[in-house]
């Protein structure tokens, strides 16, 4: 089995990817998902003057509109139907799955399978429109507060606005539900992944122009490039890093036949949380600058020094961003892996790890390593975020060239491409198994 799986993979080819006719449809799909999705990103809100939107939006790049309109693949910086984006959705997701370990009622739906999955699924979509709903109004009562924005302010604007931002939100958790199910790919990590790579070449011929008009040298340049690549090859070994916990069954019998006992591995990621620290821990800090500018210096005078050291490169932003990468890195991991589960799930099926007495020990063992590695997780997502954050700030690098944005970029192609050649290896054990019937007949 091994030797075929290495012959197959081995065979991994353009021709055996013009065989496969069903991954072509599905990457057809969803590359025209995407399409429609870009497209939607160019369709700007009604009643917004775009000339001063530019302005007001170019004074808030720096802060929570900047990376936010880097997910939204410019959506934001158009103020575009879709500039709420997927956010909504993956907010949703990330409260659910915490309530899932605090309300007994969502365990249990977490336990019963796919029944339970889709009524999970099915509260994740009720909870998304109520957040979109609620960040779409925050936004259209900010635009009527940013200058002359807003050519014809009031109730009318703020529900047409709330309407047609949780309208698009929807929309893209549709589609991206549909590139999941038709589709090649994680349909919501593809969704984010467009538009972070879509905006890619317009990041770089920016600062291609800053380094034309003497704003930034051009070893700084070579060096933002060549940390680009170094950082993308880091994520790509760290990403793929594992803790492999050996698994030993013990003999079985059945009927009158002894079965040997086999072995295992239990992988433990090394980065289990993935991109969610960097995002929340960004999130969190930009937001008090965000609101200083928009109230242009309103605010009470701490509130302003808080906001000032909060500013890019600053140390206080530097140690908080660490801080909070470090604790959503152990915060997330304890949400979505659970040792308590897994244990059991060994337990029910006669496995062990040796050395190991099943059941509590085992849950304990497995916390023990999970912490371990995860140690290593933030040390390395703190890393790859800290050191484009300082070229951000003191070298004017676009958020596109940040370590959030290449670690999201990375993972996703990484999965997407694993699935690709999930798919290729399947046709082509299909073509193996149809030959040897074939054969087998015409003897």
């Known amino acids: 089995m091994a030797s075929a799986a290495e012959q197959l993979a081995a065979n991994l080819n353009f021709g055996a990817f013009a065989k496969a006719d069903e991954l072509k449809k599905r990457i057809w799909f969803t590359l025209g998902a995407l399409l ?66 605090v309300s007994p009622q969502l365990e249990a739906l977490k336990k019963e399978g796919e029944a339970g999955r889709k009524t999970l699924n099915q509260y994740t979509r009720y909870l998304t429109v109520i957040l979109a709903a609620f960040q779409s109004y925050g936004i259209a009562v900010g635009l009527e507060g940013a200058g002359n924005v807003v050519s014809d302010p009031g109730m009318f604007f703020r529900l047409s606005t709330a309407i047609t931002l949780t309208g698009g939100t929807m929309f893209l958790m549709w589609l991206g539900e549909q590139i999941t ?47 680009a690549v170094a950082v993308i090859a880091f994520i790509v070994f760290m990403e793929r890093a594992q803790r492999r916990l050996l698994i030993q069954y013990p003999k079985r019998q059945v009927g009158n036949k002894m079965f040997e006992g086999q072995s295992s591995h239990l992988p433990l990621k090394l980065n289990t949380s993935g991109v969610i620290p960097p995002i929340f821990a960004s999130s969190l800090l930009l937001l008090p600058t965000t609101v200083a500018n928009f109230n242009a210096g309103k605010g009470p005078e701490w509130f302003q020094w808080i906001t000032t050291q909060l500013g890019h490169g600053r140390p206080l932003f530097l140690v908080l961003y660490l801080a909070l990468i470090v604790f959503f890195a152990f915060f997330y991991t304890a949400i979505v892996f659970n040792p308590t589960e897994t244990a059991d799930n060994l337990k029910k099926h006669g496995g062990f790890i040796p050395g190991i007495r099943p059941g509590e020990r085992t849950a304990e063992y497995i916390d023990y390593v999970l912490s371990r590695i995860t140690v290593l997780g933030a040390i390395y997502l703190a890393i790859v975020c800290l050191i484009p954050e300082i070229l951000i700030s003191y070298a004017s690098v676009p958020f596109y060239f940040g370590g959030t944005s290449l670690l999201i970029v990375v993972s996703v192609t ?3 491409v694993a699935q690709v050649q999930g798919y290729l290896l399947a046709h082509q054990y299909e073509g193996l198994i149809r030959k040897s019937k074939l054969r087998g007949r015409r003897r």
Do not use: C
Not at 85 to 92: K, Q
Not at 193 to 222: C, D, F, H, Y
């Open 36 to 101: 429609v999705y870009r497209l939607g990103t160019y369709i700007p809100l009604p009643g917004i003057d775009p000339n001063i939107w530019e302005q007001v939006f170019k004074s808030q790049a720096g802060g929570i509109l900047g990376m936010f309109n880097m997910f939204a693949g410019g959506g934001i910086h158009r103020m575009a139907i879709f500039a709420l984006n997927i956010m909504p959705y993956i907010s949703a997701s990330i409260i659910i799955q915490l309530l899932t370990t």
């Open 181 to 227: 199910s038709r589709g090649i790919g994680n349909g919501i990590s593809l969704i984010i992944l467009s538009g972070i790579v879509a905006e890619l070449p317009a990041a770089l011929a920016n600062m291609l122009e800053l380094g034309r008009q003497g704003a930034m040298s051009t070893g700084l340049i070579l060096i933002v490039i060549v940390m």
């Open 414 to 416: 990484m999965d997407t």
